[in-house]
């Protein structure tokens, strides 16, 4: 049984930054490929982005490419989302979610085994 725990979520004006961790204990972290997702008041959860096993590959969605990074630290069990020139369209709750193994539909929620309890992220205009 894997264990997440999002923080560094809080309000932050447009324009601004912000680093999400999310720590992972209860298993073999480079087991998993780890993804961030977000839910906004009245949407759907949507995928973010995800990195495989070993950090070496990152897939974004459209809306945040080129603002936010995702990151891996294999020998502290973490991964990271950092997000910067934030707009007032990322306002969300943000989770992150362990695949074991990986696979191609990272983007799709059925993949992901675990999930954290998610972090509230509110950007003001």
């Known amino acids: 049984q894997v264990q997440l725990v999002e923080s560094g979520g809080g309000l932050v004006q447009a324009g601004g930054s912000l680093r999400l961790s999310c720590a992972a204990s209860g298993g073999t972290f480079s087991d998993y490929a780890m993804g961030w997702f977000r839910q906004a008041p009245g949407k759907e959860r949507e995928f973010v982005a995800a990195?495989?096993?070993?950090?070496?590959?990152?897939f974004y969605t459209d809306s945040v490419k080129g603002r936010f990074t995702i990151v891996r630290d294999n020998a502290k069990n973490t991964v990271y989302l950092e997000m910067h020139n934030l707009k007032p369209e990322d306002t969300a709750v943000y989770y992150c979610a362990a695949d074991f193994g990986g696979s191609a539909s990272f983007r799709s929620l059925n993949e992901y085994e675990y999930w954290g309890q998610g972090t509230q992220v509110t950007v003001s205009s």
């Open positions: 990195v495989n096993w070993d950090g070496s590959r990152a």
